[in-house]
C-alpha cells in the first residue's frame, strides 16, 4: 500500500539559513522533513505561543505550518534553539 507523502514547501528563510549553517547539519534537516512528509503527527509539536509547529532536530528547531487537508507543510524558519524562540 503507497503511503499519501505530504508535499513540503520551503520558505525563503529556511533554504538561506540551510546554505548558511555546516552542510552535513543541512542534509540532516533535510532527510529529517522527507520523514516528516510520511508521517507528520509522529514529528509535529504544537507550539503554544502560535499556530504553528515545532520539529526537533539535534539543537535546531525547525517551524512549520501544517495544512493537513491539503497535505502540505511549509518550513516557515530553522533556528538553533537558543534564538528559535526570538522570533515568533
Do not use: C, Q, T
Not at 15 to 42: G, Q, S, T, W, Y
Not at 62 to 87: M, P, Q, T
Request: zero cysteines; glycine letters at 2%; aromatic letters at 10%.
Amino acid at each position: 500500500m503507497k503511503m499519501n507523502k505530504f508535499s513540503i514547501r520551503w520558505d525563503k528563510k529556511a533554504v538561506k539559513f540551510l546554505r548558511k549553517i555546516d552542510r552535513k547539519m543541512a542534509r540532516r534537516i533535510v532527510k529529517k522533513m522527507d520523514e516528516v512528509a510520511i508521517n507528520p503527527a509522529h514529528y509535529l509539536e504544537p507550539l503554544k505561543e502560535v499556530n504553528a509547529y515545532k520539529i526537533r532536530i539535534g539543537d535546531y528547531r525547525i517551524i512549520v505550518d501544517f495544512h493537513k487537508d491539503e497535505k502540505v507543510i511549509d518550513v516557515l524558519f530553522i533556528e538553533h534553539r537558543k534564538n528559535i524562540y526570538k522570533n515568533l
